[in-house]
């Protein structure tokens, strides 16, 4: 069985690519041309080949192909907004790729739901349709955030004694790789520089992404608020980094306590506000990327 208008879809459907669909694909490919010159022009050949030029090939390949039915035809609209939004946002692509598989559920989800209501009467969908945008309100103003107040906890056991945790702490954060595989894949923003140490208050870290393949510059300054034996409290000064677009950072609790003589638990604690809306979506989500970014962070101030 096919669902109303699914046969009409069908029979309307082109053996191949239309006009329509070459011109479509010709402006999309116009449109990367100029990004692309325009990222050369500024020095950024390398990751305008990631970050504009794949997208802007898969988005004109996706607008050659003609759609056979309803849902293919809102696969593909979706697709080439979502390439070309990420082509605008060149490094910041991962925020397109964290809310795509929300984009897509909506877009399909209301797909199914008109094709549903096709047989209904003239009514339901002017009662419908609210409903749709009712998940799409939280923090427009018109409808309050839910617990934007987040915070995670990375808790690990390094093979050393206490003082000498104490003694790496002190010497500051380092560069390290990136053990996290959705950290990885995702390709989110890790420091490429890393400044200061000292664990007294007034102390100032700095984290720096200038440079970095995938991040597009800024830093995060971290300063000491408070210090006494086995614990540190941080205040974040400043972020001008791409995670100033998803988060507010606004305080790290360091602590560490002695296993046995050769083992050492060292925990800490970031408190955030998120930055992204709905909570029922990028509440679990960005909890679980800040998890992996805080353990990032601990290991480059435990690994050496």
């Known amino acids: 069985m096919t669902e109303p208008g699914e046969h009409e879809d069908e029979a309307a459907d082109p053996s191949g690519p239309n006009h329509a669909n070459w011109v479509l694909a010709g402006l999309i490919v116009v449109f990367g041309a100029v990004v692309f010159g325009s990222a050369v022009r500024h020095g950024r050949a390398d990751s305008a080949l990631l970050f504009v030029a794949l997208p802007v090939l898969l988005a004109a390949a996706l607008a050659a192909i003609p759609a056979r039915t309803s849902h293919g035809r809102v696969f593909a609209a979706t697709t080439i907004a979502l390439l070309l939004a990420a082509v605008v946002l060149h490094e910041g692509a991962v925020c397109v790729i964290l809310a795509a598989p929300l984009v897509y559920a909506v877009a399909h989800g209301a797909t199914a739901l008109f094709h549903a209501l096709r047989g209904a009467p003239r009514g339901y969908p002017a009662l419908v349709v609210p409903l749709l945008l009712l998940p799409g309100l939280e923090g427009s103003g018109i409808a309050p955030r839910l617990a934007p107040e987040q ?154």
């Open 151 to 304: 915070s995670v906890e990375v808790v690990r056991v390094v093979a050393l004694p206490a003082d000498q945790v104490a003694g790496r702490l002190a010497a500051g954060p380092r560069p390290v790789p990136v053990r996290s595989v959705p950290l990885r894949l995702l390709g989110v923003p890790t420091p490429g520089q890393v400044a200061g140490d000292g664990l007294d208050p007034g102390d100032r870290w700095s984290f720096g992404y200038h440079g970095s393949a995938h991040g597009p510059g800024g830093h995060l300054l971290a300063e000491v608020r408070a210090s006494e034996p086995r614990h540190v409290a941080f205040g974040f000064v400043e972020n001008t980094s791409i995670t100033g677009r998803w988060l507010d950072f606004e305080r790290a609790d360091l602590r560490w306590r002695a296993v046995d003589p050769g083992h050492t638990e060292v925990r800490i604690r970031v408190d955030y506000r998120r930055g992204l809306d709905p909570s029922w979506y990028f509440g679990p989500l960005q909890d679980a990327l800040l998890d992996a970014g805080v353990g990032h962070l601990l290991d480059m101030m435990t690994l050496r």
